[in-house]
């Protein structure tokens, strides 16, 4: 398919002017064009990789129904045309060659002769007689007789043989019309993926969609972060692929494909962009991979929609902008915006920064004037003491007049602690 409608996106870097193009150096145009990331998986959804060096080619044979389906309609055309014109050659040639040692082209004007079949005189007349025999045509000028029983054993042969072919390439030819595939022509991912917060929390989002409007039934997806890595070994893997969790364990990754869905991916202390910031992600060489599968309402075959995202892909600060509106008594979905995004407020720090500045502000008040004590020099007791004394002191203290000033001087304390 062409799953991802290629819709430019909204986000464009700025151009440069002609004048300063030619004046960039030279360094950095040679890094800028070394940047450039191999996709693993492109945005149509085909994988980029070539299988050579393949010595068991024998295998392809032993599954030959696959082959057959796989290969390209220019190519499955041919071969469907082909078995066929062979078949009825091969069979036009054995109806000619039972003709020749009986005798019967002898004896083509002799009405007193029983020929094996009526009015074949020659291999044009055979094969057109292999042609009825297969296809079951039966134009009922030429016709097998019973004073031949080696023509009668051909024609149980070429019946039998011919209902194989039939059914072979028949039904070859009906799945590859059938595939799935082409199902998934009408499943989009969004042309970007974004970074922002929501509820709270660094999310990682993309957008699927579904033009057709019936549903994919069962519909699941999952994401697969594809990137080299270097064990604690020393072994390089390239490629390694990780697993992004996009609500298996909440059952968000099951979807109701109705209307387009934002798959987010919470990064938290489990997620491979656990320590990815702004600035690395740019550095980074790193690739989403999306598969979204289910069934096809009309057929109930399995289908399967892929795509990527690259680094220079997701764009850290940004959502989407909703495609969803009310009408009178009906949902209307804005393709046209299933592509754009708009810039949000989103810190550029990584999610573990993130966590520790939201772990230090929720820090307990003893620790917090602990550490002030600690600061001034004070022993260990003393620190211990103090405490107790300012715990013991609030608990006391009832004046509505002296509370915001005791809790804005502990509040200042405990600011000074956190600089």
Known sequence: MEQDVESPAIVRQPMWTKPAREDLPKQLVDKSAAKKIQRYVRKDGKCNVHHGNISETYRYLTDIFTTLVD?????????????????????GFMWWLIAYLRGDLDHIADNQWTPCVNNLNGFVSAFLFSIETETTI?????????????????????????????????????????????????????????????????CLMFRVGDLRNSHIVEASIRAKLIKSKQTKEGEFIPLNQTDINVGYNTGDDRLFLVSPLIISHEINQHSPFWDISQASLVRDELEIVVILEGMVEATGMTCQARSSYVSSEIKWGYRFTPVLTLEDGFYEVDYNSFHNIYETTTPSCSARELSDMNGRMRLPLTWSLASKLSQQ???????????????????????????????????????????
């Not at 260990?380 to 007049?401: F, I």
């Open 71 to 91: 290969l390209k309609w220019g190519l499955n055309l041919f071969i469907f045309v082909l078995v066929y014109t062979v078949t009825w050659l091969f069979f």
């Open 377 to 419: 020099g004070l022993p260990d007791t003393h620190l211990e003491t103090n405490v107790k004394k300012l715990a013991d002191l609030d608990s006391k203290e009832d004046g509505p007049r002296k509370q915001p000033e005791r809790n804005g001087e502990i509040g200042n304390i405990e600011n000074e602690s956190k600089v």
């Open 138 to 202: 039966g134009y009922g000028y030429r016709v097998i007789t019973d004073k031949c029983p080696e023509g009668i054993l051909l024609l149980l042969i070429q019946s039998v043989l011919g209902s194989i072919v039939n059914a072979f390439m028949v039904g070859c030819m009906f799945v590859k019309i059938s595939q799935p595939k082409k199902r998934a022509e009408t499943l989009v991912f969004s042309t970007n993926a974004v970074i922002s917060m929501r509820d709270g929390r660094l």
